[in-house]
């Protein structure tokens, strides 16, 4: 199900919202899924101090006030539908930044099957449902896409079966869409360490990281994904890994 938040949408800046061909600064319009918390609330909040405008696409609405549309991402027609609806509130998009994450931890035989397939649908499925409704858009426009992997989806640990099969997924659908769409759409993959977000909340206490975890600021994280909205066109920032100088992930 997808229904636009009842709050007006906030007004655009109009230099930050002209087609991507012809901007030099600002990220513009910029969709963001998960953009209620965590990595995509920051990213919005920074779309926001840069100049731009984010909507953001979740299952709940941003405390921010930013343009929303409700959606659950494993549903992908109704992501793709929540596109549409987004892109409709801010006439037009000039980017997307897939933050939508969820996860699931355990042996693979002990986790549940529909929570297992819901993570690769969310994370996976869902990523390529939205990207898959914008790019008619960001084509038309020379746009930009950056996806979310992680460094679990380069490197594979136990009891993260389900995860690191989305974000596996998510690192090689990224590659073959920019050898896609080249010269089209600037593409970005993102691949972060873990961050201090409420990720981790609903996960067994084992799975947790613990109080001297060595984790990144989303913010920062957040800064990253700008920097690589805004290049300037025949600039592109393909691959980003940002983590935690002392992340445990990663290599």
């Known amino acids: 199900m997808t229904s636009a938040a009842a709050s007006p949408v906030p007004a655009a800046d109009p230099a930050a919202t002209t087609a991507a061909g012809d901007r030099r600064d600002g990220p513009g319009r910029v969709l963001v899924t998960g953009g209620s918390s965590g990595l995509g609330a920051a990213v919005a909040e920074a779309v926001v101090a840069a100049g731009g405008t984010p909507v953001v696409l979740d299952l709940k609405a941003p405390d921010a006030g930013h343009a929303f549309v409700e959606v659950d991402l494993a549903d992908t027609r109704a992501a793709e539908a929540a596109v549409a609806q987004a892109s409709a509130q801010l006439g037009g998009l000039d980017a997307v930044v897939t933050a939508a994450g969820i996860d699931r931890c355990g042996r693979l035989v002990d986790v549940d099957a529909a929570e297992w397939e819901r993570v690769v ?131």
């Open 121 to 251: 649908a969310v994370n996976l499925l869902g990523t390529a449902a939205v990207v898959r409704a914008a790019l008619p858009e960001l084509e038309s426009r020379r746009g930009r896409v950056v996806t979310v992997s992680s460094t679990l989806g380069v490197k594979a640990v136990s009891d993260a079966t389900a995860y690191c099969a989305s974000k596996f997924g998510v690192v090689g659908f990224t590659r073959a869409l920019a050898a896609e769409t080249a010269g089209s759409v600037g593409v970005t993959l993102l691949i972060p360490g873990g961050m201090w977000t409420h990720f981790f909340d609903d996960r067994p206490d084992q799975y947790k990281p613990g109080a001297d975890a060595k984790l990144n600021d989303p913010a920062q994280t957040a800064d990253a994904v700008l920097y690589a909205l805004t290049r300037p066109p025949g600039s592109e920032v393909r691959e980003l890994v940002v983590t935690s100088s002392e992340e445990g992930s990663y290599p």
